[in-house]
């Protein structure tokens, strides 16, 4: 690899969600337009620029040990941390070793700028103004050389505030990107041979843009024809209109792959959790999807140990996700957040009793997971190969099962139609 004589060298950091990784994505074109060159390893670098999460308290943790990691390997190197951690910690953040800039969310997609214009000052550099709530462009496009699914981010932040939650502190108020822009966006991604868009945001549901909904983005990026796939990601039960479910079946780019937060399976902990739905609303929605769209893979989150969790209300969300059409879930363990409301409750559950629950769910989530795969035993499926390990290729069908296949062929970014053997 040649570098040219005083380009400085930068590596990068993705902590956290989907978001993270597509603003990551741009940022790293935007740090290319500006001259720096890009490196894998840190110890090698100038420059490390981390993108934080705060969702969880081991998040936090995460951004210390890396912190220190990166300090361990290459003395001389200097950290900017950016994002959600940068917008609520911003004054442990400094305390940290070789942390220079410490950039917020309302700024963070202008950190190639913000670096190159205080490269030289010696004091660190602190920018986390308020997020305002307006629509938003974004500079240069996620290609994303590392993955084969790119993520488009088009939307920010949520007016939702559930009890638990940091988000609408850290990523700020709704808002929505401009509708052409993230056309163009797509346009770029699928001319840079990504053929699978993943549809991400805080809340991807509530986008609003003149007009325009998620729908009329699904169907503009649809119409892009090196685009093959669009996959929604994580999107919040209330927010989902039947008319979407309903293009999942009569427009074949769009996935059959829902993944909807049910954050806890009894009414007492929804309320408490400030979530906008019950039980049976949820259930009613979700067993209607499932018989509209055949086939379709449901996914969910469960948040365990919320503060009042007792065990009647623990079994009781059990018993309901074992008898909903959920084939899988993302397991998480309660931890305060700064600024929640929930910090504020009694009836903590203690850490064994959490690692017990959350041990059960991750055993049901497996079986269910194990239960839906099972049914396509035999059947021919399309996948999207994306990487091939220890012999086998891997890839996603459009409704999220996970195919392992010999070949040897290149099948990386390759539809291949095969006869699914679990
Ligand atoms: S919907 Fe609730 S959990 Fe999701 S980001 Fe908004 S406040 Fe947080």
Sequence with gaps: MWYTFGMKKVCFVTQGCRLNQSETASLEQSFRGEGYHLVKEYHDADIAVVNTCTVTENGDKDTKRLVKQLVGANQAIRIALIGCQSQVHKDALLRLKNVQWVIGNAEKMNTHHIIAQTEDLADPVIKTKKIERNSFTIERSSVDSHHTRANIKIQDGCDFYCSFCVIPFARGPARSRVYEDIIRECIDLGNAGHQEIVITGINVGTYEYEGKTLLDVVTGISAIDTIKRIRISSIEPTTISKELIMMMNSNSKLCRYLHIPIQSGSNMMLKAMARKYSISEFRQFIDWVYETVPDICIGTDVI???????????????????????????????????????????????PEDIAKRSKVLRALSNQKKQTFY??????????????????LWSGLTDNY??????????????????????
């Design 374 to 391: 099972n049914r396509f035993q035999g059947k021919q499926v399309a996948v999207l190969f994306e990487s091939k390990k220890k012999g």
């Design 401 to 422: 099962i996970r195919v392992f296949y010999q070949s040897d062929d290149d099948l990386k970014n390759k539809f291949v139609s095969i006869l699914y053997m679990g």
């Design 304 to 350: 365990v140990g919320f503060p009042g969790e007792t065990k009647a209300y623990f079994d009781e969300t059990v018993a309901n996700l074992m008898t909903m059409p959920i084939h899988y879930m993302h397991v998480f363990s309660y931890s305060d957040r700064k600024f929640a409301r929930s910090t504020r409750r009694d009836g903590r559950v203690s």
